[in-house]
Every structure is written in structure tokens, then in C-alpha cells.
């Protein structure tokens, strides 16, 4: 595969896009097929490599998969491997993303057995998986840390329902402890729960599965184990990551794009964080339209004070979307802080955009200042490397609308989430091609 993007900056995009499935929605998703030896039939998988390495991995560990077309796909976990589960090949491949720990709550429910490697994902900053960890403890499980090679293994001879108080409403970790206790003997409470539409989905998808599961969509769940799960369909949400994306992008290179299917109404603070940096923005049924906007200008709040945008756990903004705001407001009139709270070392990749011309004051690991441009002048096109998810598409955007060329590099980084990036942006008349 290459590993680069050359971008001729500049062009004026135009056109509608689809966004694909969620790219975390479908690793919990995923993982949750190992619940039931009855076949799952999933819709909107987006063709990324997280998720098909997450299918691969699968795969090797015995699920059959028969993957109708390139965004559906059907699993049946009737014949597990547990022995790959625990060897070598399953360490080294589910170290590769950070979607893999969520395979141990469904293999801790149905066979009492669970392996957990360190996982992979973003290297964004430390990543804890204590509050997982403890929540299968809560539940019953004895884990056992083998320290030479990173690896958990976590034994129950049967999970008991309890109640449990999230250090941190963890996503991953909420996902895996509540795909533990749906199988659980009693009551399992989960307070201080994650609630993203992730979540919210994995909640509903389980609940066809036989699941019951009280308090959807909030931060305490209330879960009464059930014996068996039985098969299911499930559709994935379109990707809120990637809709704030394209919402950036137009804004960024003067565009009038459509975003089609954008399932507007589990969007949450989304579009108004856009808003406030002075983005125009039409919800048209469940379409979403970004008319060519010149200039933009980035609110202050009501006292006329410089406006903070920080990230904050569902129904707060997104961590993800951070480095997306940034950029755009690189070429806003007017200033914001860019608070980055939860990871402490995904605001690095500003050094680029500073090297492109944009005027920002790295205050310290979370908190960026950004004055912006105001269209005075362009920013200019570099090399540069994509050091993580968002902050590759970040730069990206940076490029699409810098004069001149730019060069990408590590754009693996952008596949792992992305799907056919390139292509759907050509669509749109960007001039990018993969080197
Ligand atoms: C595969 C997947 O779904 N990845 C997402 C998931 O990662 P993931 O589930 O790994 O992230 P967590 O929700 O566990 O939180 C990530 C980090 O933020 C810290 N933390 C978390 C909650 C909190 O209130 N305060 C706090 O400081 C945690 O200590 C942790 O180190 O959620 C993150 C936070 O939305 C997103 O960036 C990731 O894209
Ligand atoms: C941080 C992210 O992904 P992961 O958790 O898979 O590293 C992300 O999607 O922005």
C-alpha cells in the first residue's frame, strides 16, 4: 500500500458526499457478534482498515464471515478458537488497533475466559484500560497482568451483577463491561457510563439480541443478566467524526458541499460547535448543507471573551473532532482556545500548521491559541507526516486549501478511519492523489 498523498491545494470542492458507517460504533459492534453462536448481520460497515482488521481477527479465531458485499457482512461465533485467543499471532495483530480490547467482555460472558493485549489505536497520549479492568473485577473476574509481554488475562467461573461507579466514563470500557454483564447472573448498575451514540447503538443492538437493558442513552445503566443471546441485524450510524470532517473541509476550502444521510438527529453539539466558529450550516431533512462561505468569523462568548472550545464526555463535544476545529480556525477572523482536556499529546501536530503560516501559540499539551487568518493570505503547502487519525485529516484539510503542494506522509494513520478518502474527495474535484 503507499504511503503518501500529494495535494494540489486551492480548488474550490463542489458536490454531495456520503459519510460512511462509524468507524467506533462498528468496533463495538463487532466485537459484540461473539456474544451468540447465532448468526449477526451487520449493515454500514465502513471498509477501513481498524474495522477489517477487527474482522480479520475474527476470523483467525474462528468466526465464519461471509461478507456479502463491501459494507455488509454476516458472523457466526458457533466455534470459537480459544487458543488463538491466547497466542502469539492474535498478540501481535489486535495490538494493532485499540478496537480489540472490546472482544474480552463477550468472551468473559460466554466462556469466562478473556485475553487482552496491549492495544493499539492513537498514540495520543497515556490510554488507560484500568477502568475496564475493574469493571470485569466488579463483576467477578480475576485478572492476572503478565508484565513481560503486556498481557491481561482475565478468569470468572461465573459473572455476578453488581453495582459500579465508572472512574471515567470510559468508551471502550463502558462497551466492555456492559457486554460482560448482559450475560451476568443478576443486576448490573453502571453509573458514570459512557453515552455516545456508539454506546447507544451497542445498547440497542443487544437488546435485539434478547438483552435488558434499562437507561439508554444516559450515564447510568441498569442491566439484568440474561442466559443466552440469540442472532440479529444491525445498521450502523453514519460517522459523526467524519460529518465533522466534511463540515471542516467546506468551511476550510471555501466549498459548497452536501453531506448526505447525515443522521442529523444523533449528532448532538456537533453542529453548533461548528456554528460558533462561524460556519454556515442547513440541516435539509437528514442532509446537511455547507453553502461556499468567503469568510467566517469565530464567536466570542456573551461577555465579549475569547471563545474556549474544550472536549467533555457525550453529550459534551468530542475529543475527535478537536483537531478538525483547529484547523478551521486557522483561517477564521477572530481567536479561540483550543482546549484539549482528555489526551495530552494530540495537539502536537500544530508545529505543521504553524510551518503552513497559521498563527497559533502552543500554550502547553492541551491548550492551543489559534488567531486566525481571516483569509489574509493563504497558508502554504509543505511535507509533512500524519501523526495520528484526526490530526492527519487535519492536515489534510490544511493542505486541500494551502497554495501550492503539499505532500503527506504516514497516511496510513488516515485509512485506519477513513474510507476511500482519495477517491471521494477527487469526487468533489480535489486534486489529491496517493504516492
Ligand atoms: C475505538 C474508540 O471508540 N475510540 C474512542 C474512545 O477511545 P477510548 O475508549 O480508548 O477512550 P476513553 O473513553 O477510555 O478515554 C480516553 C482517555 O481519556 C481519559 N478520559 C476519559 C474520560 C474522561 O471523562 N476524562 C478523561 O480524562 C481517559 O483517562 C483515557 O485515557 O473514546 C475516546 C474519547 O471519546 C475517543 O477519542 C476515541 O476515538
Ligand atoms: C482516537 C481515535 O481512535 P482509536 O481509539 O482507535 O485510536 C479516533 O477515532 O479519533
Given at each position: 500500500?503507499?504511503?503518501?498523498?500529494?495535494?494540489?491545494?486551492?480548488?474550490?470542492?463542489?458536490?454531495?458526499?456520503?459519510?460512511?458507517?462509524?468507524?467506533?460504533?462498528?468496533?463495538?459492534?463487532?466485537?459484540?457478534?461473539?456474544?451468540?453462536?447465532?448468526?449477526?448481520?451487520?449493515?454500514?460497515?465502513?471498509?477501513?482498515?481498524?474495522?477489517?482488521?477487527?474482522?480479520?481477527?475474527?476470523?483467525?479465531?474462528?468466526?465464519?464471515?461471509?461478507?456479502?458485499?463491501?459494507?455488509?457482512?454476516?458472523?457466526?461465533a458457533d466455534n470459537i478458537d480459544l487458543d488463538y485467543l491466547q497466542g502469539p499471532e492474535f498478540k501481535k495483530k489486535s495490538g494493532r488497533l485499540r478496537g480489540s480490547v472490546m472482544i474480552a467482555g463477550p468472551l468473559l460472558a460466554r466462556f469466562g475466559k478473556a485475553f487482552i493485549p496491549k492495544p493499539g489505536g492513537d498514540k495520543i497520549g497515556r490510554r488507560r484500560l484500568d477502568t475496564h479492568i475493574i469493571g470485569f473485577e466488579r463483576l467477578g473476574a480475576k485478572f492476572i497482568y503478565d508484565s513481560d509481554d503486556n498481557f491481561f488475562r482475565l478468569e470468572t467461573n461465573g459473572l455476578k451483577g453488581t453495582y459500579m461507579l465508572l472512574d471515567e466514563p470510559s468508551v471502550t470500557g463502558t462497551a466492555n463491561i456492559l457486554m460482560a454483564a448482559v450475560m451476568a447472573e443478576g443486576t448490573t448498575t453502571i453509573y458514570n457510563a459512557a453515552c455516545e451514540p456508539y454506546l447507544q447503538q451497542l445498547c440497542r443492538m443487544l437488546t435485539r439480541m434478547g438483552a435488558k437493558i434499562q437507561g439508554i442513552g444516559s450515564n447510568m445503566l441498569i442491566i439484568e443478566g440474561v442466559k443466552y443471546l440469540g442472532g440479529c441485524e444491525h445498521t450502523m450510524l453514519p460517522d459523526m467524526i467524519?460529518?465533522?470532517?466534511?463540515?471542516?473541509?467546506?468551511?476550510?476550502?471555501?466549498?459548497?458541499?452536501?453531506?448526505?444521510?447525515?443522521?442529523?438527529?444523533?449528532?448532538?453539539?456537533?453542529?453548533?460547535?461548528?456554528?460558533?466558529?462561524?460556519?454556515?450550516?442547513?440541516?435539509?431533512?437528514?442532509?446537511?448543507?455547507?453553502?461556499?462561505?468567503?469568510?467566517?468569523?469565530?464567536?466570542?462568548?456573551?461577555?465579549?471573551?475569547?471563545?474556549?472550545?474544550?472536549?467533555?464526555?457525550?453529550?459534551?463535544?468530542?475529543?475527535?473532532?478537536?483537531?478538525?476545529?483547529?484547523?478551521?480556525?486557522?483561517?477564521?477572523?477572530?481567536?479561540?482556545?483550543?482546549?484539549?482536556?482528555?489526551?495530552?499529546?494530540?495537539?502536537?501536530?500544530?508545529?505543521?500548521?504553524?510551518?503552513?503560516?497559521?498563527?497559533?501559540?502552543?500554550?502547553?499539551?492541551?491548550r492551543a491559541v489559534v488567531i486566525g487568518l481571516g483569509r489574509q493570505h493563504a497558508l502554504r503547502g509543505i511535507t509533512m507526516s500524519s501523526p495520528d487519525i484526526r490530526a492527519g485529516v487535519s492536515l489534510l484539510?490544511?493542505?486541500?486549501?494551502?497554495?501550492?503542494?503539499?505532500?503527506?506522509?504516514?497516511?496510513?494513520?488516515?485509512?485506519?478511519?477513513?474510507?476511500?478518502?482519495?477517491?471521494?474527495?477527487?469526487?468533489l474535484g480535489a486534486d489529491i492523489r496517493r504516492v
Open positions: 500500500m503507499s504511503s503518501a498523498f500529494e495535494v494540489r491545494g486551492g480548488n474550490r470542492l463542489q458536490g454531495e458526499i456520503v459519510p460512511q458507517g462509524a468507524k467506533n460504533e462498528a468496533l463495538q459492534i463487532i466485537s459484540a457478534v461473539m456474544l451468540t453462536p447465532e448468526k449477526v448481520t451487520i449493515s454500514n460497515i465502513p471498509d477501513i482498515v481498524d474495522v477489517n482488521l477487527l474482522i480479520e481477527l475474527l476470523g483467525d479465531a474462528g468466526v465464519r464471515i461471509n461478507r456479502v458485499s463491501r459494507d455488509v457482512c454476516e458472523f457466526q467524519e460529518i465533522g470532517s466534511f463540515i471542516g473541509l467546506a468551511a476550510m476550502t471555501q466549498s459548497e458541499i452536501t453531506i448526505k444521510n447525515a443522521g442529523v438527529e444523533h449528532l448532538g453539539i456537533i453542529p453548533e460547535k461548528f456554528r460558533q466558529l462561524g460556519i454556515n450550516l442547513e440541516i435539509r431533512g437528514n442532509d446537511i448543507y455547507i453553502p461556499s462561505q468567503e469568510t467566517y468569523e469565530i464567536q466570542t462568548f456573551l461577555d465579549g471573551s475569547i471563545l474556549t472550545v474544550s472536549d467533555h464526555p457525550w453529550p459534551g463535544f468530542t475529543p475527535d473532532l478537536l483537531s478538525i476545529v483547529l484547523v478551521v480556525a486557522t483561517q477564521a477572523k477572530g481567536s479561540v482556545m483550543i482546549h484539549q482536556k482528555m489526551f495530552e499529546s494530540r495537539l502536537f501536530f500544530v508545529d505543521k500548521l504553524i510551518d503552513m503560516g497559521a498563527q497559533i501559540v502552543l500554550c502547553d499539551p492541551h484539510i490544511a493542505a486541500l486549501s494551502a497554495e501550492g503542494k503539499s505532500t503527506i506522509q504516514n497516511i496510513d494513520q488516515i485509512d485506519r478511519g477513513y474510507q476511500y478518502i482519495d477517491e471521494r474527495l477527487r469526487k
